[in-house]
Every structure is written in C-alpha cells, then in structure tokens.
C-alpha cells in the first residue's frame, strides 16, 4: 500500500530546503536526495492535509517522463538507488518510491511554463490584454481552447507564501542572458511537444505544464526537480474536453475548484480538506498514473 509522509525527518543528513511538496538534503560528491512530501499547496498554499501516496505517485510519474525524454533534454538523476543513502534506522519502505538522488545544479531562477491550451492564469491574463507574457494571441479565443501553437509562458519563481507573476520572454533575458534563455525555451516546448503527443495516444490532454531547469558548473542544462506530473501540469481527459468551459482533470485542479466554493483569502493557513476531497484528489493521480505510465497503484 502506499505510504503516507507529511514531513520527512532524515537524521545525519543536512536539509537545505523545505519546499512547498519536497524536501532538498545535501549528499557528499555534488548531489542531492530529493523527498516528495505527500504536502499539496494550491494557490501557493501548502494546504494541512496530506494526500496518502501522493509524493510517490508524483516522483514515480517524473521518473516515467525523465526516461521517456532523455534523448531530448538531459536531466538531474543519478541513478543510485536512495537506499544507499539513507542513515541507519530509516525504514528504506518509506522513501524508496518518493525519493530521488540527483545531480546539485544551479537552479535557472525562473518557471519555464509551456502552454498548449487558453487556461488558468492565461485564460484571465488574455480576456484582460489579449495577450501572453507578451505574446499576441488571435482575437475570439474562448476559454480552454487549443492554441495555434504550444508557446512558452515563464514567470517568476515566488517564494513560498507568495504568487508567480508571468512575465515576458525579455524580462527573461534579462534575468539570465540571451543565450540560456533561448536554450530554456527550446528545451520546454521540445518536452511538452513530446509529451503531449505521448499523453494524447492515451486519452489525456496536457493543457499546460511547468519545468524546472538548471545548469552544472560547465553550464550545461538539465531539466530537474519534477516533470510532467499533476503538481506541475494540467492533464484533461480526451473524452470529456470541451471548449468553453474548464474540463475535469486528473490533476489538482480538483482541489483548486472545491476551494474556490470556500470563503478563504488564498493565503496561509490553507482550510483543511474534507475526506471526499483527499480521497478523490489521490483516486485522480493514481488514474493519471496509470493511463500515462502504466503504473498500477495497490
């Protein structure tokens, strides 16, 4: 069955960050130990409940997606396997599906966002300007419609507590040079094509995602952290898209539509979740899973 973890605890090892869903420990030779939580944040809020299974589901659909892509873009795992790493006494039964150890890279300071659908914050953002991070879209598109074309959206990287603003691809350069930035773009809309072709021979939309990407000391880039999982992307169903309205998805976006419903300001504390909403958060990643990886969930 799976396992449930809120918050990890890893003795003997130096936590450097505790994330929104993961916790970052360091590891000697450059690398890293990476623990999906079963933490949700929505609206940037990390909400009290944990979704039992969810940090292993999500670190085993990265990992899916990390293989399938390789060829396209390198990324951050190491291949050793996170029991040889782990301090005595820790049960190896609670991290080994959830945990990763990865190449220490230099984080790019910016969400490289990919979108080949009008919605979320870019639904809102093109009904106020017509446009995309600057990009000019046609007039007349309607909510959850497929663009012309898959176009690169990037915003800020907010800390925890705060929201990402999208920003143009010049604010970009500015932050982190031309040449990176391009290096950036190509590498985002090459994955997502990839892997919305995959996703749609399976009957599953990816709308839009979100990478993180960094670089090694030679300034090589790597995509890292997660990929392609329902934290970082919105995934629909085939069968029940329509344009027009926000489909029914496979990813959080189930808790985000309950907690619209509710009388909270999106800032912390987050509200607690009702069991049906927990339950049928985790039912939703688990069938994502599944469809995708073909990963069966006990």
Same mark, same amino acid.
């Given at each position: 069955?799976?396992?449930?973890?809120?918050?990890?605890?890893?003795?003997?090892?130096?936590?450097?960050?505790?994330?929104? !869903?993961?916790?970052?420990?360091?590891?000697?030779?450059?690398?890293?130990?990476?623990?999906?939580?079963?933490?949700?944040?929505?609206?940037?809020?990390?909400?009290?409940?944990?979704?039992?299974?969810?940090?292993?589901?999500?670190?085993?659909?990265?990992?899916?997606?990390?293989?399938?892509?390789?060829?396209?873009?390198?990324?951050?795992?190491?291949?050793?396997?996170?029991?040889?790493?782990?301090?005595?006494?820790?049960?190896?039964?609670?991290?080994?599906?959830?945990? !990763?150890?990865?190449?220490?890279?230099?984080?790019?300071?910016?969400?490289?966002?990919?979108?080949?659908?009008?919605?979320?914050?870019?639904?809102?953002?093109?009904?106020?300007?017509?446009?995309?991070?600057?990009?000019?879209?046609?007039?007349?598109?309607?909510?959850?419609?497929?663009?012309?074309?898959?176009?690169?959206?990037?915003?800020?990287?907010?800390?925890?507590?705060?929201?990402?603003?999208?920003?143009?691809?010049?604010?970009?350069?500015?932050?982190?040079?031309?040449?990176?930035?391009?290096?950036?773009?190509?590498?985002?809309?090459?994955?997502?094509? +990839?892997?919305?072709?995959?996703?749609?021979?399976?009957?599953?939309?990816?709308?839009?995602?979100?990478?993180?990407?960094?670089?090694?000391?030679?300034?090589?880039?790597?995509?890292?952290?997660?990929?392609?999982?329902?934290?970082?992307?919105?995934?629909?169903?085939?069968?029940?898209?329509?344009?027009?309205?926000?489909?029914?998805?496979?990813?959080?976006? +189930?808790?985000?539509?309950?907690?619209?419903?509710?009388?909270?300001?999106?800032?912390?504390?987050?509200?607690?979740?009702?069991?049906? !909403?927990?339950?049928?958060?985790?039912?939703?990643?688990?069938?994502?899973?599944?469809?995708?990886?073909?990963?069966?969930?006990?």
């Amino acid at each position: 069955m799976p396992t449930t973890l809120l918050q990890s605890e890893l003795p003997g090892l130096e936590l450097l960050h505790r994330g929104k !869903v993961r916790d970052v420990y360091a590891l000697p030779g450059d690398r890293l130990l990476i623990v999906a939580s079963d933490r949700l944040s929505a609206f940037d809020v990390v909400l009290p409940d944990p979704i039992p299974g969810k940090g292993e589901m999500l670190t085993q659909i990265s990992n899916f997606w990390f293989g399938k892509t390789a060829h396209l873009v390198p990324n951050h795992l190491t291949g050793t396997p996170v029991s040889e790493v782990l301090p005595a006494g820790v049960d190896p039964g609670l991290y080994e599906k959830r945990a !990763v150890v990865v190449k220490r890279l230099k984080a790019v300071p910016i969400e490289a966002i990919a979108r080949g659908y009008l919605i979320g914050s870019g639904w809102k953002d093109y009904q106020a300007t017509g446009s995309l991070c600057g990009i000019r879209l046609p007039a007349g598109l309607q909510q959850a419609q497929q663009l012309p074309e898959p176009i690169f959206t990037p915003s800020t990287k907010a800390p925890k507590g705060s929201h990402d603003e999208n920003i143009g691809f010049g604010q970009v350069v500015d932050e982190i040079g031309e040449d990176l930035a391009e290096r950036v773009r190509e590498a985002t809309l090459a994955i997502y094509r +990839f892997a919305a072709a995959f996703a749609a021979e399976r009957g599953i939309i990816i709308a839009d995602t979100k990478f993180e990407f960094g670089t090694d000391a030679n300034g090589k880039l790597y995509v890292m952290d997660e990929m392609l999982t329902p934290d970082s992307s919105r995934f629909w169903p085939a069968d029940q898209y329509q344009v027009g309205i926000s489909p029914p998805s496979y990813d959080k976006q +189930f808790v985000r539509d309950y907690l619209e419903t509710l009388d909270w300001d999106k800032r912390a504390p987050g509200p607690k979740l009702p069991r049906e !909403v927990i339950e049928g958060t985790a039912a939703k990643y688990a069938e994502a899973l599944g469809k995708l990886a073909g990963i069966a969930i006990p």
